[in-house]
């Protein structure tokens, strides 16, 4: 198949492929995603096929505005619409009780499903155009970084899917939050754009989900299907240093080899001059960490290195998002200083 790469103007074409029950890797603020006709089951079925996903990880829905979450959902409690009024469009999935006409390819059979209005006017517009949700999960092959250019997208997707939008880099990097509001209190599934603590300020109390900090054992069931997969992870083994980064810069300087990667902060780039180096951005610059964390990861896929030593940015505010992504890239193989 030959991957057409269309620019913001191809909106009705790119609605057309939808509508036709193609795959399209779509632009959002967060990551790029590959999306399909969310009401059709074997688009649905052609996401898992080209990324090679686990059948039972669900997709999210993507509507162009909290007037379409009626006809998808029940029992909708009042904290979604709240939560809709102050973070959409934006990024935050809610997870709330479905209706029959979600297919059971997009939930993995649950009777709860994952919908989302991306920050993106041009996907918005497409969504709108086909008249269709669109689901989809992130643009990646299953289990590598999360792309947050087109051109990222296409290393993994190029000839498996018709078309690509390009709407130039993502505005925040991360995936979505993932918040369900099926159960009480809530609970934070994933971090994400949308804070732990704007969360908090309308819900008042959240639950943070065990498998957001740590790994799951073997065997164990996580509550968000598809969180107990490998994610994130360049080919290279990644292990992050966690402290004041004077000390991790310190540390990975005397532990690293002669062939190691390093993810580090703009602050400390020079000390690691001499080794392949991708920076996150200032120590105080969350959101620009956040931006940085996967083209970071997937750089060094593109370069031979043995392995991969990153400074662990603080897990504050989208901290929190960023810290669990290159945590789970790492496997948890964190070390504290
Ligand atoms: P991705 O954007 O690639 O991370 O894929 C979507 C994520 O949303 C998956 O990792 C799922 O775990 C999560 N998700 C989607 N639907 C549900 C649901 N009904 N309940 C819990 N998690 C969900
Ligand atoms: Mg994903």
Not at 18 to 30: C, M, N, S, V
Not at 43 to 56: H, L, M
Not at 296 to 316: C, N
Request: proline fraction near 8%; charged fraction near 20%; include cysteine.
């Amino acid at each position: 198949m030959n991957t057409k790469q269309l620019t913001t103007k191809d909106i009705e074409l790119a609605a057309g492929i939808i509508a036709g029950g193609g795959l399209l890797g779509i632009p959002t603020e967060t990551v790029y995603g590959l999306g399909a006709n969310g009401l059709d089951p074997r688009a649905v079925q052609s996401i898992f096929a080209a990324k090679g996903r686990p059948q039972d990880n669900p997709l999210i829905l993507h509507i162009p505005g909290a007037d379409w979450l009626e006809q998808y959902c029940q029992e909708i409690p009042a904290a979604a619409r709240q939560l809709a009024g102050k973070f959409w469009p934006g990024p935050l999935t809610m997870i709330l009780k479905r209706k029959d006409n979600v297919p059971d390819a997009v939930t993995a059979g649950l009777d709860t499903v994952g919908m989302r209005c991306p920050d993106c006017a041009v996907t918005r517009q497409v969504i709108a155009a086909a008249g269709v949700p669109i689901a989809a999960p992130s643009g990646n092959a299953s289990g590598r970084p999360s792309p947050t250019t087109a051109a990222a997208m296409l290393e993994d997707m190029e000839g498996k899917i018709d078309a690509i939008l390009d709407g130039g880099p993502c505005q925040v990097g991360v995936e979505s939050t993932i918040i369900d509001l099926t159960v009480t209190p809530p609970r934070l599934l994933r971090p994400g754009g949308v804070t732990l603590e704007e969360l908090e300020e309308v819900l008042g109390q959240v639950e943070v989900d065990e498998a957001v900090r740590r790994l799951m054992a073997p065997g164990e069931q996580p509550k968000a299907p598809g969180m107990k997969y490998r994610h994130y992870a360049p080919k290279a083994p990644v292990t992050v240093v966690k402290g004041p980064p004077e000390k991790t810069a310190e540390y990975i300087l005397c532990h690293m080899g002669e062939k190691s990667g390093v993810i580090c902060f703009d602050e400390f780039r020079e000390g690691f001059s001499g080794y392949p180096v991708e920076t996150l951005g200032p120590v105080v610059d969350q959101r620009a960490q956040a931006r940085h964390i996967f083209e970071a990861l997937r750089a060094f896929d593109r370069l031979e290195v043995t392995d991969i030593w990153a400074q662990s940015p603080a897990d504050t505010g989208i901290g929190l998002a960023v810290t669990n992504r290159l945590n789970k890239a790492a496997g948890f193989r964190i070390i504290e200083l």
